[in-house]
T-cell receptor
Framework: DTAVSQTPKYLVTQMGNDKSIKCEQN?????MYWYKQDSKKFLKIMFS???????INETVPNRFSPKSPDKAHLNLHINSLELGDSAVYFC?????????????FGEGSRLTVL | GEDVEQSLFLSVREGDSSVINCTYT??????LYWYKQEPGAGLQLLTY?????DMKQDQRLTVLLNKKDKHLSLRIADTQTGDSAIYFC?????????????FGAGTRLAVHP
């Protein structure tokens, strides 16, 4: 059973389109994250939600809108896609007050904007 | 500020030890982590160290923490070709009562025969 699953795994689209990436975790965690990994493999946090509430928002353009319908899901919607949005987007989850603060990552969604 | 730095590349011969180094900025980090990313995959936690420790050993992995210099290292003994991957150092940082992980740029480890 996959612990943190993201769909789609690959997404190719044109500039200006709107797209969504979905994430689900079955670990019973209460906190979920979106990270962006650029072509140089640099990994940067974008958002974090705890029990459906936004707790971290790292200066991300408002074209990016996360939505958490419940604590097991965190989706990412991107409007008016730009070339610079091409990256791998990783979802992750953790449990507040857990032993180590470890994040569990999904396998990533590779977005290519043409 | 938030900054975790690592060298970008390391090449070792199979059977040798690999040492990957990292420096971080937040002296209040409670935990420091090493994650491994294989091609086309997500990040997997290799090991972590609590900030009041200076060493942790887990089979072939040894983590050393120098809190005074904010320096973290990962040593892999008897490196194998299956260890070829990108290794990310990360520090924990509390923001608004919640923990977030700040990652370095990753060190690409290449193991050759």
């Amino acid at each position: 059973d996959t612990a943190v699953s993201q769909t789609p795994k690959y997404l190719v689209t044109q500039m200006g389109n709107d797209k969504s990436i979905k994430c689900e975790q079955n670990l019973g965690h209460d906190t979920m994250y979106w990270y962006k990994q650029d072509s140089k493999k640099f990994l940067k946090i974008m958002f974090s939600y705890n029990n459906k509430e936004l707790i971290i928002n790292e200066t991300v353009p408002n074209r990016f809108s996360p939505k958490s319908p419940d604590k097991a899901h965190l989706n990412l919607h991107i409007n008016s896609l730009e070339l610079g949005d091409s990256a791998v987007y990783f979802c992750a989850s953790s449990v507040t007050g857990g032993k180590s603060g470890e994040l569990f990552f999904g396998e990533g969604s590779r977005l290519t904007v043409l | 500020g938030e900054d975790v730095e690592q060298s970008l590349f390391l090449s070792v011969r199979e059977g040798d030890s690999s040492v990957i180094n990292c420096t971080y900025t937040d002296s209040s980090s409670t935990y420091l982590y090493w994650y491994k990313q294989e091609p086309g995959a997500g990040l997997q936690l290799l090991t972590y160290i609590f900030s009041n420790m200076d060493m942790k050993q887990d089979q072939r992995l040894t983590v050393l923490l120098n809190k005074k210099d904010k320096h973290l290292s990962l040593r892999i003994a008897d490196t194998q070709t299956g260890d070829s991957a990108i290794y990310f150092c990360a520090e924990s940082m509390f923001s608004g009562g919640y923990n977030k992980l700040i990652f370095g740029a990753g060190t690409r480890l290449a193991v050759h025969p």
